[in-house]
């Protein structure tokens, strides 16, 4: 079955959590948005953040002992380009699953009765998750903004996400994200690592790789996922990557709700492992 809004009917009826990717601040206003997603019928709204730190956490291990190439594998759009184009770079996708599967995982663990949506700002997540037994569906920036002006919310527009805050992640759609965020300068030198953002430039290394790099943090799209192809927003990058750093700021002067914080042993029994890069 198709994984997306085609196959919902709004306001939902039942149990639902939204996951949404730190992105949604390019087109949506914060803590608007989980009102708007409340009254779309969303019984649970989270944020994807922790996840991403704990595939940060999954790197930091691999590339501290890792002495070959990898590359990171938390886009679907590059991932996609790899096995179709470049098979011979399949073994050096890093084997742990996206933000969006390990956060999917951990909502499955912490509410199993809810069906699982993805708030996405790209067609590749929706690939991605149509590949996913963890995402029930997948609904991007477009869809959403559309459901949004069919559905005006008769709610307040505050809110606040229902668990899993994690401050420092919040720029990982940000390209370079990754790399800033996983703490890596402590086993990789400059020269080790190489940031691309763009299809176009991250193919041309591949077609030319440098033998010094051994960590590739790459976007299929220009920017990172503030420039997925489901962004509503006409703005230059320069301004949607200044709104996820001012949310970041928002976000580090907030006032995070008891048991809200993403820790560590929400995950406990979670493997991270992802057969998605090679299948």
């Known amino acids: 079955m198709k994984k997306s809004a ?4 709004f306001p939902l009826k ?3 959590v939204a996951m949404l990717a730190p992105s949604f601040v390019v087109d949506f206003s914060y803590p608007q948005i989980i009102s708007q997603l409340h009254n779309l019928g969303f019984d649970k709204v989270v944020e994807l953040t922790f996840g991403a730190k704990l595939v940060n956490r999954e790197y930091h291990k691999i590339l501290e002992k890792s002495k070959e190439l990898v590359i990171s594998s938390v886009c679907p759009g590059v991932v996609e380009t790899i096995k179709s184009k470049y098979p011979q770079y399949k073994k050096n ?3 742990v699953d996206s933000p969006m599967i390990a956060m999917a995982k951990i909502c499955r663990k912490i509410y199993p009765e809810h069906k699982v949506v993805f708030i996405s700002p790209c067609n590749f997540k929706k690939v991605e998750s149509e590949k996913s037994d963890f995402v029930d569906y997948a609904i991007d920036y477009k869809e959403l903004k559309t459901l949004f002006q069919k559905h005006k919310s008769k709610k307040n527009n505050s809110g606040t996400f229902d668990k899993f805050y994690n401050d ?3 720029i990982y759609p940000i390209a370079g994200g990754l790399y800033k965020t996983a703490h890596l300068k402590n086993i990789l030198e400059d020269d080790e690592a190489v ?3 763009g299809i176009d430039r991250v193919t041309a290394f591949l077609d030319n790789p440098d033998p010094k790099i051994r960590f590739l943090d790459v976007n299929f799209c220009k920017g990172g996922c503030i420039g997925g192809l489901c962004v509503n927003s006409k703005l230059p ?6 709104k996820v750093l001012d949310y970041l700021k928002l976000a580090e002067k ?3 709700p008891e048991g809200s914080k993403g820790i560590i042993k929400e995950a406990k029994g ?3 492992n992802s057969s998605y890069p090679t299948s």
């Open 93 to 95: 996708l890093i084997p």
């Open 195 to 197: 940031i691309i953002d």
């Open 270 to 272: 979670i493997s991270l």
């Open 14 to 16: 039942g149990k639902y």
């Open 168 to 170: 420092y992640t919040k």
């Open 237 to 242: 990058l320069l301004l949607r990557r200044k």
């Open 254 to 256: 907030e006032e995070i």
């Open 6 to 9: 085609e196959n919902l009917t």
